[in-house]
């Protein structure tokens, strides 16, 4: 069975060993019969914000770290020891807090995140050109028909990767090697942090057997729930029934999981993958209840996301907003807008209609809006003849973008951003 070290990179003997490298006595040892025959992967940096702060600080080295808002947020990332607590990924901080009291809790830094991501970003475009970012931490790669260039398998490439990684960027990450996205993307879960994990075609339905549907990507909650309701709860009893059946009982979605239930995943890793959506949000110190003070939180967003579409050369069709209530409950609605826009004005027209419906009353903790559909900005904005204000306030907008490129954002506001005492 063909393996290397993950450390020295030496070639391992095909039989005999004691568990441990023969040159470097590292257990890092990576075996697999199909080792060298897989080309997409998928690569996870571990707890990226936490491990860029302890980059940066080493003191923090040994002490659980919390990445996160305030007392009122939600924790961004938690690093290994703070999990070994129960602190979670977007759990609330009070929760967090409450859980690893020692914890030590820093506000995110978005930017030093980015450059990081973009620093390894870089090293896999080293290898690859099929670079398919997920999120500013993870990629999928595909590096079919690369051992040539650089003389060496998939794996090895991948693996050297890693370390590179580790040595010039300061985190670590885990990675996933098999056949097709989906299981690639499992892989590098299963033994995380610092893992490599590989799932062969030969053991993908056995592999999948026994976990559950969940664990199926694009599967969430509700599609969860309704499956349960059904008595599917593994991907074993899926693999067992006709397509035809799940397809009658639950449309696309049942065609989705028989496939994926069965590792069968025909997407290909797409470098040029445009962003879906692009979104803001905030969590308030306190609840809100009133429109007008929810306005007033919701206007900055949509100055944001109309920076971010700019930035980006994209416009957007499709409005939404995001409210999080005191207890917890999420809340979204949509809209489309009848032509695409880049302007924070219409974004925030359209997100204060859909606000005016739900600010009934209730106490809100958390706001967000976002725009998606989004596509060539050639056709944003046109004249509006049952509008004719329209122009005029576009060429506010143009006005006022021309005035922060030169000053900064704070060079000029309208008094919508002046919030009203709460």
Known sequence: MAGFCRECEAILPEKGGDGRCPHCRSPRLLVHAELHELAIGHIDCDAFYAAVEKRDRPDLRDKPLIIGGGHRGVVSTACYIARLSGVRSAMPMF????????????????????????????????????????SIDEAFLDLTGTESLHRMSPARSLNRLARRIESEIGVTVSVGLSHNKFLAKLASDLDKPRGFSIIGRTETLSFLAPRPVGQIWGIGRVSREALARDGIVTMAQVQE??????????????????????????????????????????????????????????????????????????????????????????????????????????????????????????????????????????????????????????????????????????????????????
């Open 95 to 134: 929760q967090a807090r409450k859980l690893c009291p020692e914890a030590v809790v820093l506000p995110p830094d978005m930017e030093k995140y980015r450059q990081a991501g973009r620093q390894i970003r870089q090293l896999m475009g080293e290898l690859t050109p099929l670079v398919e970012p997920i």
């Open 241 to 422: 029934m006709p397509l035809d059946y799940l397809v009658e009982r639950f449309g696309q979605m049942g065609t989705h999981i028989w496939h994926l239930s069965r590792g069968l995943d025909a997407r290909r890793v797409e470098p040029d993958s445009a962003a879906k959506s692009i979104s803001a949000e905030t969590t308030f110190d306190r609840d809100i209840a009133d429109l007008s003070s929810l306005a007033a939180e919701l206007w900055p967003l949509c100055e944001k996301v109309a920076e971010r579409l700019k930035a980006a050369t994209l416009a957007g069709g499709v409005v939404h907003i995001k409210l999080k209530t005191a207890g917890f409950r999420l809340i979204t609605r949509q809209s489309r807008l009848s032509a695409p826009t880049q302007l924070a004005e219409t974004i925030y027209r359209a997100g204060h209609a859909l606000l005016e419906k739900e600010a009934k009353g209730d106490w809100f903790r958390l706001i967000g809006i976002g725009i998606d559909a989004l596509q060539d900005p050639r056709d944003a904005d046109p004249i509006d003849l049952g509008d004719p204000d329209s122009q005029r306030r576009r060429k506010v907008e143009e006005a006022m973008d021309s005035v922060r490129a030169k000053l900064g954002h704070d060079a000029i506001i309208k008094g919508r951003s002046l919030k009203p005492n709460r």
